[in-house]
């Protein structure tokens, strides 16, 4: 089961900012947290990670709150070709390897 | 630098035929892991493989096999196929130590996927 809750769909308006929550609030202490987005029928495609720091690159910044328990994308200027499936996933180490476990993600729809 | 390839693209399938799906990886990656997605859901692991072992497998029957070769190139092999593994199979690669020890802050990059018709 995936270990992150996010809100089924969310519409935002061009050149606003899109800002997408994450709720993973059984999140331990060596799981990072990871933001995927997948354009239709493309594979995902990586956006930004943290552990507990804000983040910040060049497509997007990362809000984690200080108990690790919820986070939040930020697009600053949100366009029509960000409208995606918007992926939200906490992944660490565990015996074996990395496991990722998908959950079924925010559909986030840009309109002009 | 080029980035995670799968083949084919695309591949129609009928019941009970098996099928071989390729994945190369990004240079200087040395595990795949490999992804199913069905129609309006989000992609469930299969498996994962480093140094040419199965390392970690989701919740999927045996008739989901693998392989990675010394090179770091990956296959997904499925027999006896169902009308329910039509879907997007997605090949991801990251590198497992990252030159400082195993960490989970290793970022898996995806590639464009093989779309399979099972008919």
């Known amino acids: 089961d995936a270990k992150t809750t996010q809100p089924p769909s969310m519409d935002c308006a061009e050149g606003r900012a899109a800002n997408l929550p994450c709720n993973h609030s059984?999140?331990?202490?060596?799981?990072?947290v990871y933001w995927y987005r997948q354009i239709h029928s493309q594979g995902p495609q990586y956006i930004i990670h943290?552990?507990?720091n804000n983040e910040t690159n060049e497509m997007a910044s990362l809000i984690i709150t200080e108990d690790r328990k919820s986070s939040t994308l930020i697009l600053p200027h949100a366009t029509l070709r960000d409208t995606a499936v918007y992926y939200c996933i906490v992944r660490g180490l565990n015996t074996g390897g990395f496991k990722t476990i998908f959950g079924a993600g925010t559909r986030l729809f840009v309109k002009a | 630098d080029a980035g995670v390839t799968q083949s084919p693209t695309h591949l129609i399938k009928t019941r009970g035929q098996q099928v071989t799906l390729r994945c190369s990886p990004k240079s200087g990656h040395d595990t795949v892991s490999w992804y199913q997605q069905a129609l309006g859901q989000g992609p469930q692991f299969i498996f994962q493989?480093?140094?040419?072992?199965?390392?970690q497998r989701g919740n999927f029957p045996d008739r989901f096999s693998g392989h990675q070769y010394p090179n770091y190139s990956s296959e997904l092999n499925v027999n006896a196929l169902l009308l329910g593994d039509s879907a997007l199979y997605l090949c991801?690669?990251?590198?497992?130590?990252?030159?400082?020890?195993?960490?989970?802050?290793?970022?898996?990059?995806f590639g464009a996927g093989t779309r399979l018709s099972v008919l």
């Open positions: 493989y480093y140094e040419e072992e199965e390392r």
């Open positions: 991801a690669s990251s590198l497992e130590f990252g030159g400082q020890g195993r960490s989970a802050k290793n970022i898996q990059y």
């Open positions: 943290g552990l507990k």
């Open positions: 059984t999140i331990s202490g060596n799981e990072y």
